[in-house]
């Protein structure tokens, strides 16, 4: 027996497997709130030059010959100094520091260590390097699974983003904050694609994907609940710890988090796999076949030729449909945290936004689950478009109405999420068994320097606020033209080898591979299995 006919003898999404979802579901809940809070402990307020209270500012006044436009004196970065012939003043810089509006925040970091002005591009820096420590977290944390269990590094994980992020509370000075942010960042890759494999690999085929919109649904949970926690805690500092504290609540993780099951047998600890399986099945109500079965199971999947990247590009077919896939993760990623993180420009209440924009994120996967199974291409294509058009006609909105600008957002937040949950199980199906796992992998990899590149397109909105959207609407316009030059997989036989897409006319008139109708049945073949084993890695990065 292969281990998928051993999954669904003890059931495959039985009341095991569905516990075991509970626990991978809330660490999502932290891991929104910590890829979000910067919208909150990063924010600007209004500000101006210290100094400029109303003893000060008469003052100002009464040494300046004749009349003066007493709204200059407000300018953020630059305070009137010596009076000038023809009742001006010469603008100098602000020499004793700001002073800021607390009547939505009551300190940020932006407040604290006086991100404004010339320093204005640190706080963007932060966001940048945070998304950065994604990447490499991923590479690292992905790697120590693979040698010491997914488990192992889950639970590593989780302790050390519990204890960088409430270390990131007491951060001295923005250096010391940017280094442990990026350590957050890090810790929080390993959470992702541990607790998403863990749980693909104790799962039906079947039921993969539906499992997997779960925590979707949980980290859009956590992105709603964070718009209560800061509307609750204004202090920067609090609200990081009160975001990161609750972590230290899942030691109890060490006890009821198990190892996974394939991940023991494919290392040869075969007396520990059959322990847990044989739990599952009494969980589950089931019995566990012989144990002279399970000690002779073959993981399947493991290649017998070594592919490289190279793989990826070295054919024409193949070179055009990665380059394609890869732009269109890039374009997602950039564009929804290029929305995400510029949430507090649209000008109208913040905590209520960040709200919406969390509750968007359920009917855009909802819709996903109606509308995927009848089209790849074309759901791809619509829903990178709506994000593209609504970041567009954005700009048309007259001045005065940020209502309409603010309801644009949530349609092209809606779309591109949408378009996100799309691409991550498109690209598992065009890419060919022997380098799937290779090519999302280096699809993830655009996908996070879009996400390094969000937050310093949101910057240029300080120079010319138009800048941003067009990038963001352009790109995912360009994305769905690219995307019909894509193949259509829906109910498709998948690619197997680099040949197979070379001649996907002929695989179209192969019929679609069968595909189980319930979790208690034999699982599909090698290809299949492992089609959907990191389709939710990229989701939340």
């Known amino acids: 027996m292969n281990f998928d006919q051993i999954l669904s003898a003890i059931g495959g999404f039985g009341r095991y497997q569905k516990i075991l979802y509970v626990w991978i579901c809330l660490p999502q809940i932290l891991l929104a709130f910590h890829m979000m809070v910067s919208i909150f402990t990063g924010a600007t307020p209004p500000h101006r030059c210290r100094g400029f209270n109303s003893s000060s500012v008469a003052a100002d006044l009464s040494s300046v010959p004749g009349s003066v436009n007493f709204s200059l004196l407000y300018s953020p970065c630059s305070s009137t100094g010596v009076p000038l012939q023809d009742n001006r003043t010469e603008r100098v810089p602000c020499g004793r520091g700001w002073v800021y509006s ?39 944390f992905g790697a120590m699974a693979d040698r010491y269990g997914r ?34 960042g890090a810790t929080i890759s390993g959470v ?28 859009g949970l956590g992105y709603m609940l964070l718009a209560g926690v800061a509307y609750l805690i204004r202090d920067w500092r609090k609200l990081q710890l009160a975001i990161s504290a609750p972590g230290f609540l899942l030691i109890f993780y060490i006890w009821v988090v198990p190892h996974s099951a394939r991940w023991l047998l494919a290392n040869d600890r075969r007396e520990e796999a059959i322990a847990l399986l044989r739990k599952a099945a009494l969980v589950n109500g089931r019995v566990l076949p012989p144990v002279t079965q399970v ?75 109606l509308v995927l199974p009848r089209s790849r291409r074309l759901s791809q294509t619509g829903f990178l478009a709506i994000g593209g058009l609504a970041c567009l006609l954005m700009l048309t909105v007259p001045e005065g109405q940020p209502n309409v600008v603010t309801g644009l957002a949530m349609l092209g937040k809606f779309g591109i999420t949408a378009s996100f949950a799309v691409i991550y199980v498109y690209t598992a199906e065009i890419f060919p068994t022997v380098i799937r796992q290779t090519g999302i992998g280096v699809s993830c990899m655009f996908a996070r320097i879009g996400g390094v590149l969000a937050p310093i397109i949101n910057m240029l909105d300080t120079h010319n606020s ?13 994305g769905a033209v690219l995307a019909l030059a894509l193949p259509e997989t829906a109910n498709r036989p998948l690619p197997d080898t680099v040949e197979d897409v070379e001649n996907w006319d002929m695989m179209r008139s192969l019929p679609a591979k069968d595909n189980p109708e319930k979790c208690e049945s034999v699982s599909q073949s090698a290809s299949s299995t492992e089609e959907l084993e990191l389709q939710h890695l990229a989701s939340q990065i």
């Open 151 to 184: 488990r192992f590094v889950l639970l590593l994980s989780i302790a050390l983003q519990t204890v960088f992020g409430v270390a990131v509370a007491f951060a001295p000075n923005f250096l010391v904050y940017m280094i442990l942010r990026f350590l957050v």
């Open 466 to 478: 138009t800048i941003p959207l067009v990038i963001f609407g352009i790109s995912p316009l360009l």
């Open 192 to 219: 992702i694609i541990n607790a998403f494999v863990l749980g693909t690999e104790w799962t039906c085929t079947k039921r993969r994907m539906l499992a997997g919109i779960i925590t979707d649904y949980a980290f």
């Open 102 to 140: 607390q009547d939505t925040f009551q300190s940020t970091t932006v407040t604290e260590w006086d991100l404004v002005c010339d320093k204005a591009g640190l706080n963007s820096l932060g966001s940048s390097i945070y998304m950065f420590g994604l990447l490499v977290g991923s590479v690292l």
């Open 295 to 369: 000690e002779k199971c073959e993981i399947i999947g493991r290649r017998t030729q070594s592919y490289s990247a190279v793989d990826l590009v070295r054919t024409p077919q193949m070179r055009k449909r990665a380059l394609i896939l890869f732009y269109i993760w890039f374009v997602n990623v950039l564009v929804y945290y290029g929305l995400s993180l510029g949430v507090s420009r649209l000008g109208t209440d913040l905590y209520l936004n960040q709200f919406v924009f969390g509750l968007v994120e359920i009917p855009a996967r909802t819709l996903v689950l």
